[in-house]
Nanobody, 122 residues
Framework: QVQLVESGGGLVQAGGSLRLSCAAS????????MGWFRQAPGKEREFVAT????????SYADSVKGRFAISRDNAKNLVYLQMNSLKPEDTAVYYC???????????????WGQGTQVTVSS
């Protein structure tokens, strides 16, 4: 399995931007499709975005489409989530995840990071 560590979370005003990073350990990072999920207090973990091994294919939740962008750098073992036009409802713990398959459910992903908090103030 691959080990994942997220960073880049913080407090931002509504309308602002943040970029999350996820660092992966291991030499097989380029074998995994990668995803971002989030979990707000009292809510279930939800899908945010996913990207294919070569970065060509992406998928987004409707709630973030047009505002968030997922990307990856296989040479650096990094995956990013650029978040623009942030809203208070984007407040959550954001998790990076890895899968050898393709999907948007939490159960599709076998490896998870510890999460990074994003708080958007109104």
């Amino acid at each position: 399995q691959v080990q994942l560590v997220e960073s880049g979370g913080g407090l931002v005003q509504a309308g602002g931007s943040l970029r999350l990073s996820c660092a992966a350990s291991g030499r097989t990072f380029s074998s995994y499709n990668m995803g971002w999920f989030r979990q707000a207090p009292g809510k279930e973990r939800e899908f945010v975005a996913t990207i294919s091994i070569n970065g060509v294919r992406t998928s987004y939740a409707d709630s973030v489409k047009g505002r968030f962008a997922i990307s990856r750098d296989n040479a650096k073992n990094l995956v990013y989530l650029q978040m623009n036009s942030l809203k208070p409802e984007d407040t959550a713990v954001y998790y990076c995840a890895a899968t050898t398959g393709w999907g948007t459910r939490s159960s599709d992903f076998a490896s998870w990071g510890q999460g990074t908090q994003v708080t958007v103030s109104s």
